[in-house]
């Protein structure tokens, strides 16, 4: 898949390769801006029918037998009849500009005017065009292509060599956007990329904590006095303030959430002292007293519609642990005290925006206690934070500054893992008709790729057993996806496009000659614990974590 990227890119002219790596995606711009085709089939019908001259009703027919909006338009254009004479010939300018005004018509008619715009494309359309623009505008192009094989391409295109691809990367973590590292690459060459800077607005990727096995370990990786913080089962926001004034809140996922905590926009506006600021915390929901709630009630503010209401009977609060930009100045090189020291400066804390509970210490006694602490006090465990000098903030990496300490390690023997669903088995008795396991894969970084873990069936409640084939369906595929390394022996019996995590508790990591994780690596006794949808496939556990874990046993 590089290779042919590679190939390709290096054919795309300077002023497309910004729109031909969004749509290499699947997307038409980065993915926190938003900006999300999906079509309905029907709409996307119409316009095939409009631009073929061929009927709705033979159109539904012909997507019966295909099974796919694709191949159906591609079929239909064949067929289209001399006497329509194309309208030229379509430059992918085009393409992207119409796709983008798809996505911005709302409100009464705008079905009808998205409906015409599409006609419009594919009356330009060769059928192999069709073929591709339809699958777009319905979000299911699913090439299995991620953002890491694009930059390996763009690597191995501008560069020549894959190895540049650590300076993408290290970009990529701070400017989540493959078309602006794509221009720049093309515009500026290596150097440009490497000023790629903190940009307020654009979110950053978000720094991840490693994890030890006793907390006498952490005085290996951290010598001498650690910060010891509150770690809190709530959601991690990270809120970005512009010149203008202009508040927006960027989730885990790098998702816009700004429009479900009005509240939360209000206190920073009002309690944090700075003209310009990138900030970080974990939100959680709160009684009336401002104690912790647990996280299925902060879920309810997952929502479009009433969150007026639910802002009041919800109330949350904001532990800020980060700062990450100060008045035009990136503060992501700088030491963790010097940056939340910062922090501690610009917030006027009360109830509902805080900094984050901590303790400086290097007595694990003192870390232990501290510990059963916060989790007395309802929350999750504790984060350790190094000290050092070169303790920055580092953007999309699981480094060694951060260290978690779970209630989940103190069980005997048991760890969680977030695993991604890439396929399905069909169950069997109670279970027939319905999915019977799940198999779950992590991510490996360094290839782009997940492999097998393990196959999921205990754990999973009648209810969702119900539910999970409504909740995979729209990631349906026919074959594995392209970037899954399986066995023989996992032959799936539905395929997954790999989107959706699920935590996993095990009680230890074995080794199995059926999984592809570390070259046979298994969990035993995994167990469901819940739906991870703040997590992207790309953030669930690494197959090297899991490598790590299993050194360590
Ligand atoms: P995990 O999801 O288990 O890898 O744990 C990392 C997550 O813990 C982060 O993404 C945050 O959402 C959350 N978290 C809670 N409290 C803190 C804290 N004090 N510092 C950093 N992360 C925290």
Redesign the pocket.
Known sequence: MREILADFFKSVPTEDIAKVAYLTLGQIASEYEGEVLGMAEKSVLKAVAMASGMELGKLGKMLDETGDIGLTAEKALQKKPQTLVPLGTLTLREVFEKLHKVTSLEGSGSQDAKVTIIAQLLQKASPSGAKYITRMVMSTLRMGVGDMTVLDALAIAYTGEKKNKGILEAAYNICPDVGVIAETLVVEGLKGVEKIDVHVGRPIK?M??QRVETLEDVAKKMPGKVTV????????IQAHKDKKGKITLFS?RLENITNQFPDLVGYLEKNVDAKEFVV?G?VIAIDAAGKCLPFQTLMQRKRKHDVADFVMKVPVQL?L??LLYYNGKTQLHEAYYTRTGLLEKIVSCGKHLTI?DKIVTDDVEEIHAFFVKMLKSGF?GI?I?SMAEDSEYQAGTRGWN?I?W?KEYVKEMSD?F?LVIVGAFYGRGRRSGVYGALLCATYNEKTDTFETLCKLGTGLTDELLEELPTRLAKYKISHKAARLQVKREMEADVWFEPAIVVEVLAAEITKSPYHTTGSGLALRFPRFVKFRDD?KAEQATTSLEVMEMMKRK
């Not at 913080?229 to 991690?236: N, P, V, W």
């Open positions: 978000m991840l904590a913080e509150g770690k809190y089962d709530g959601e991690r885990r970080e974990e532990k642990f980060d984050a999750e984060i934070k951060w978690k779970k969680t977030d997590k």
